[in-house]
């Protein structure tokens, strides 16, 4: 099993940035890709970005593509997002994953097995 504990989500004004930080724990030593979704009301929870494993493939959604970028430490079990530019629509809760794959893992979230508990970015207008 891999434990997920996500930080770093908050208010922020639009044109602003936050950086997002997953710490992972367990069983780190299989290989993940590690991914970060995110859930504003109402709406589906979507996939925005993944990194694999190496890192060496990534992912973004057209929504942050040039403005979010995702990274990992693996010496640290860690993943980071930094947001940048942000907009009012980046408004919600953000959830890191977890799934074993060699790639940057499904698009649909019901296909990632391990999930943090969620933290929340709001950016006001």
């Known amino acids: 099993q891999v434990h997920l504990v996500e930080s770093g989500g908050g208010l922020v004004q639009a044109g602003g940035s936050l950086r997002l930080s997953c710490a992972a724990s367990?069983?780190?030593?299989?290989?993940?890709?590690m991914g970060w979704f995110r859930q504003a009301p109402g709406k589906e929870r979507e996939r925005v970005t993944a990194i694999s494993w190496s890192g060496s493939s990534t992912y973004y959604s057209d929504s942050v593509k040039g403005r979010f970028t995702i990274s990992r430490d693996n010496a640290k079990n860690t993943v980071y997002l930094q947001m940048n530019s942000l907009k009012p629509e980046d408004t919600a809760v953000y959830y890191c994953?977890?799934?074993?794959?060699?790639?940057?893992?499904?698009?649909?979230?019901?296909?990632?097995?391990?999930w943090g508990q969620g933290t929340q970015v709001t950016v006001s207008s």
């Open positions: 994953a977890a799934v074993n794959s060699q790639d940057t893992g499904p698009t649909r979230s019901t296909r990632w097995p391990h």
């Open positions: 367990g069983r780190t030593s299989r290989i993940y890709t």
